[in-house]
């Protein structure tokens, strides 16, 4: 199935740490094996140099093909009040909250969209693994359901 971008928003809230869109969030979504979706990334009061950073990377992931824009959230509300932020600054039928120091597996997105179709879901659910030394571990965040 042929999406638009549109239809999924990856809303990032960032704050004091824009190395770690450069060096996990954003290498993550340019190797997703689907390409259809936006990335809104929400600044939380950065300082001047931590934002000029956050520009930069995200011209030179543009450059790399990613689709993104970049909002500045007045004050700081903090990180769900940036995701909400995000949220109210977004149109996508489908919306997946990513920090920027996550990292996804490269077919999360299109697994994601294929089981909420497949069923007629509302939405999906998953559980975050964490990563040790640069590999993943047999630990986990959240229950199964």
């Known amino acids: 199935m042929k999406l638009n971008m549109s239809y999924i928003d990856v809303i ?43 520009q930069s990377t995200v011209e030179d992931y543009r450059n790399k ?16 009040g940036a995701r909400n932020f995000g949220l109210d600054c977004t149109s996508g039928e489908f ?6 120091d996550d990292v996804l597996l490269e077919n999360k997105l299109e697994i994601s969209i294929n089981l909420i179709q497949s069923c007629s879901f509302d939405l999906a659910i998953t559980r975050a693994q964490h990563i040790l030394n640069g ?10 359901v």
């Open 12 to 54: 990032i809230p960032v704050k004091g740490r824009p190395q770690l869109l450069h060096e996990r969030s954003l290498p993550s979504l340019l190797h997703q094996t689907i390409q259809d979706f936006k990335v809104t990334i929400i600044d939380d009061g950065s300082n001047d140099m931590d934002f000029l950073q956050v």
């Open 65 to 80: 093909g990613l689709h993104i824009d970049v909002h500045k959230n007045a004050g700081s509300a903090g990180a769900a």
């Open 95 to 100: 919306v997946l909250w990513l920090d920027s």
């Open 135 to 144: 590999e993943l571990t047999n630990e986990f965040w959240g229950e199964p």
